[in-house]
């Protein structure tokens, strides 16, 4: 839960550097507590999720609504330079980022 309220502190200044690049940009790292700029892969509980249910699936638990974000409490917060024009109040993934598992593989 520390690297997720550091992600969403820094998720300003991330969006600010406007980085959109790959999984293990140089400049994403230094603007985020992630050491080598590696995002964390997803948890064993999420084995087929992705296959399964898309970027809309991974939504329903990790994105933001009116009156919530993340929508389902006990998710990790995804940083708001995911969300499109780099807004939760976007309520959508950008789609830059829709194939989530080229970056975060299964664990
Ligand atoms: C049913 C709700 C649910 C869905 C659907 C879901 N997640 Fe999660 N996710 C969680 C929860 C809860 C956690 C917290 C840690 C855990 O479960 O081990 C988590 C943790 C994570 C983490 C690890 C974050 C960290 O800091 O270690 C990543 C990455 C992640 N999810 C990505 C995804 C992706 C990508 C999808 C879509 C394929 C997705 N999740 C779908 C509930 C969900
Ligand atoms: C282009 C690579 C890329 C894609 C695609 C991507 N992410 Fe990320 N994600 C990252 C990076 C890098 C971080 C580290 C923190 C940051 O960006 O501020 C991160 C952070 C996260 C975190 C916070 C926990 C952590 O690992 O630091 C969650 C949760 C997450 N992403 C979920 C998703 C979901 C869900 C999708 C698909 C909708 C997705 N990501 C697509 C690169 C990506």
Redesign the pocket.
Known sequence: MR??ATALATGALVVSLGVLGGCAGGATSAASSVPDGA?????A??AG??EN???N??Y???GASESANPM?A???VVPEDHFAQGKYASMAFDSVREQ??TC?PQG
Not at 39 to 43: D, E, K, L, Q, W
Request: with cysteine; net charge positive.
């Open positions: 690297k997720a995002p964390n892969p997803m948890p509980s999420h999720r992705f249910l898309g970027a699936g991974c329903g638990c990790h389902l006990t998710a990790t989530c598992n975060h």
